[in-house]
């Protein structure tokens, strides 16, 4: 990287010259300026005092411009200048959220069930014939722990109330039995803690010590497993532990065991050896009955025609039952008008919309992702090497993964690929959207363009 420094230096050396400014006004005003940030066209400086700044905006400033413009080469100059006390006081409050984040993130590591939402209850999980056994189950685990379903294994598509059943179980057990110890914790939570822990060289007993001696563990998102070889053997080390001492385990996971790869066979076999129960989309009669539920819980007032036409409308997700009611209700608010049949039909039409095209996805993002990076759909499928080929293709295989909630082997298919590369495809993008802010950026667009 160039100094930036020297590249202000530069702007400065062309102003002297060209304008032929003399020493006093050079170190009054010009010398005494620091260069903060230069990055492509953006440029921060920082001037001692606001008096000093205001002289720089009315005299100065088409100089320091065209020094900049000269020493950058392009015209287009983003110049902020900042004084030094809103500097000190911008990098006070970026400690201050520093610490702040690292305060929560230190509460979480020490109570991980901090993230548990008290308005996940069993009572107002709305029950019907795709989630009953999964209902069913999780009551009995709270009144029998360990007994009946160990480890008890939940699974199905995002957004069907996995997390929710996990968070009443919880509460359930707050009140029931508040004499056991039991935690909650995402997978990815417990990743990163024990990474934490390894890359600070902390003593390995005190992260076992954490979730080996408890009553009751649930794991949310287990599927994060896939490809982290020492976060599975942890894992596996505090399943024994705790399944070997009668403790109750419970996971979610959006895939049953033998559909996950990449995790050990040792893992999934424990995971199906107590109960595996599904939950489905729901059909058409509990929609209607969520929709009234969520209808109530808002305060909502909905005529039943218009319940009916959103159960009939919004299928496969019960977080787009809840954005639909919350939208109409936002609406009738602003609007002032009530809900009524037609009202709802065009305000929802963007719901409406993304239910309708649900079911032409595989070949929606084929032909997006193809039309995007300009690549055909015969080479996404086909056997073509090329960096943006290649590219492409991990694009819709990861989307289809997560959009779709597709097996690899169905998503094989389509792209004519094996299983075993298309889950390579989708642990690429998986990783390269955690680790560049513009590429995560560039999926969500893409996302929220297919959704509409
Ligand atoms: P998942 O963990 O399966 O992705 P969540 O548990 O986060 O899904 O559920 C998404 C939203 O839908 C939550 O706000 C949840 O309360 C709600 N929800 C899901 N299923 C039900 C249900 N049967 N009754 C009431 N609300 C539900
Ligand atoms: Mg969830």
Known sequence: MLDIKYIFQGALDYIQSEYDVIDVTMNLYFNSLKPLVINGNKVVLMCESDFKRNIIYDRYMHMLLEGLRTELGTEDIDLTIVTRDEHEKQKQEVTEKKEQEEKIKKEREENPSSV??????????????????????????????????????????????????????????????????????????????????????????????????????????????????????????TFEALFNSGKQIVFASDRQPSEMENIDKRLTTRFSMGGVFDIQPPDAELRQAIFKRKADAYGVDIPNDVLQFLSENIRTNIR????????????????????????????????????????????????????????????????????????????????????????????????DKH????????????????????FAREIAEIKKELSV
């Open 116 to 237: 548990v939402n008290a308005a996940y209850t069993f009572e107002n999980f709305v029950v019907g014939s795709s989630n009953r056994v999964a209902y069913e189950t999780s009551l009995l685990v709270c009144n029998n722990p360990a007994e009946y379903y160990n480890p008890l294994f939940l699974y199905g598509p995002s957004g069907l109330g996995k997390t929710h059943l996990l968070f009443a179980i919880i509460n359930e057990m707050k009140t029931k039995r508040p004499d056991l110890n039991v935690v909650y914790i995402t997978c990815e939570d417990f990743t990163n803690m024990l990474v934490e822990s390894i890359s600070k060289k902390a003593d390995p007993a005190i992260f076992r010590s954490k979730f080996r001696n408890l009553d009751f563990l649930l794991i949310d998102d287990i599927q994060f497993l896939a490809n982290k070889r020492a976060v599975q053997e942890e894992m596996f080390h």
């Open 320 to 415: 787009q039952i809840e954005g639909a009611i919350k939208t109409l209700k936002a609406h009738s608010l602003i609007g002032g008008e009530d809900i009524s049949f037609e009202m709802a039909k065009r305000v929802l039409s963007a719901y409406l919309k993304k239910a309708e095209e649900d079911s032409v996805n595989s070949e929606k993002i084929l032909k997006y992702v193809s039309m995007r990076y300009g690549v055909k759909k015969e080479d996404i499928t086909g056997s073509k090497r090329d960096t943006a080929i290649k590219n492409a293709r991990h694009i819709c295989a990861y989307l289809m993964r997560d959009m779709l909630n597709m097996t690899y082997k169905e998503i094989g298919v389509i792209l």
């Open 419 to 438: 299983h075993t590369t298309i889950m390579d495809s989708c642990v690429k993008i998986e990783n390269n959207v955690k680790k560049s802010e513009n």
